[in-house]
């Protein structure tokens, strides 16, 4: 009936950050170019292999760009779909399978149905087949208006590799596709080309693999290397086009790409043991926020996919006070660092907590767990209320009366107000 959502909403509402005054709706009607850069973990950000850079063109953008540098995923087993759900939702997947599959006919406040109130068309871009990972179902109910799949799409054995489609050839006939779109426009793009296990034609190469002799770690970096070339075409395209000016891009990495199963490589390449420590640590991925006129910043507060949300809407100056979710805005001056991962494990200020260890987060060592301990609640809390309004459907209630009585409204449509 709604009521155990009466709880959640105290919890969400008891911690809600308010907008920073001076960003909130900074990109106002702006077109939103979301970029899911596939299996690009932030340890390849400003670094380089063979003592080649990596990213060369990332490494550059974000010099104009916010960039976000302790910025984690949440996913677990749906992989790219959970961060899709993180991110149009600011809820936390589940802890075990998709719920793409298990859930996709709830009832959801997604992005895109909240955007279409202030007149956006959104729109996925992804060229695979669209039943992959229940998208089509689960971008229905999130209220996406088109999904550009598979048969959008000219794909042949000469423009594809691995998965599918090489993505330097998806963002060229994409162009085509967002030209024709109504604007303002939400869009998000799903990279492919860094997937496991990391193929790449010869021809495509711009950097030579790494040398431990595990070909996932080895083969990783040139598909990195190529995924970061893909972008950079884009966005010279982008800018022919004259799309740059009027759009917001927001790049970030879906989940890890390298498991836990190549620990060993990774130490050697890292030049440091795979701790627990370490490999939550490597849960980070890169997430970069280009606002056109804005200087470049790195901005290392403590943060999760699960921010996204929020960080967008309030940029784009709509108001979340009145949805539940679980982020907060990035750029809110009080937003607290505590970031919690899928697997429980969660990442404060100075502490890790993962494995039930508490560690310090200056000597990657374990300490007493006291700093860890204050959080341990809060955190398995947090992901229980999201559960439980997944496996309850609860946000059918959302503008159920009894509900609306305590301190639940439906969003209003309000502009330029927090
Ligand atoms: C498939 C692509 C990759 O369409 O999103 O999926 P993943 O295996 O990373 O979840
Ligand atoms: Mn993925």
New binding site residues.
């Given amino acids: 009936d709604g009521s155990e959502l009466v709880d959640i909403d105290n919890y969400i509402h008891a911690n809600y950050k308010k907008p920073n005054d001076e960003m909130f709706g900074m990109a106002k009607g702006k077109n939103v170019i979301l970029i899911s850069m596939?299996?690009t973990q932030n340890f390849v950000i400003n670094e380089k292999v063979n003592g080649q850079e990596i990213t060369p063109f990332l490494n550059d953008f974000i010099k104009e760009s916010y960039y976000f540098d302790n910025f984690y995923h949440q996913t677990e087993q749906?992989?790219?779909?959970d961060s899709e759900f993180l991110l149009d939702n600011s809820l936390y997947p589940l802890n075990r399978g998709a719920v793409f599959f298990t859930h996709s006919g709830n009832e959801f406040n997604a992005t895109p149905e909240i955007l279409k109130d202030y007149g956006y068309y959104s729109a996925t871009l992804?060229a695979?087949s669209k039943s992959?990972?229940n998208r089509d179902i689960m971008y229905d109910s999130f209220g996406y208006d088109r999904y550009y799949s598979l048969t959008d799409y000219d794909v042949s054995d000469a423009n594809s590799v691995g998965?599918g489609m090489k993505d330097i050839d998806f963002f060229e006939q994409s162009i085509q596709h967002l030209k024709e779109m109504p604007k303002p426009f939400y869009t998000k793009f799903?990279t492919?080309t860094n997937?496991h296990p990391f193929e790449l034609g010869e021809e495509d190469r711009l950097i030579e693999p790494y040398t431990s002799g595990n070909k996932t770690v080895d083969n990783y970096f040139p598909t990195v290397r190529y995924t970061d070339e893909a972008i950079k075409l884009f966005i010279e395209r982008l800018k022919q086009e004259g799309l740059y000016e009027d759009s917001i891009i927001v790049l970030y990495g879906?989940?890890y790409g390298i498991s836990q199963n190549h620990n060993k490589a990774m130490s050697e390449f890292l030049g440091e043991e795979v701790t627990p420590f370490v490999s939550t640590q490597l849960q980070r991925v890169p997430l970069i926020i280009h606002i056109p006129g804005q200087e470049g910043k790195t901005i290392s507060t403590v943060s999760g996919q699960i921010d996204l949300k929020p960080t967008l809407l309030h940029l784009l100056g709509v108001n979340t006070k009145n949805t539940i979710e679980f982020g907060s805005d990035l750029f809110s001056d009080d937003k607290m660092e505590f970031t919690v991962l899928r697997d429980g494990s969660f990442i404060t200020r100075d502490n890790i907590y993962t494995r039930e260890t508490c560690y310090d987060k200056k000597t990657g060592e374990p300490t007493d767990g006291a700093a860890c301990e204050p959080f341990i609640e809060k955190a398995s809390q947090e992901l229980e209320y999201s559960d439980k309004i997944i496996y309850g459907d609860l946000l059918r209630f959302y503008e159920n009366d009894q509900v609306h009585n305590s301190t639940l409204m439906k969003n209003e449509p309000v502009i330029d107000e927090n």
Avoid: A, V, Y
């Fill in positions: 596939e299996s749906g992989k790219t779909s992804h695979n992959f990972w998965w799903i492919l997937h879906d989940h």
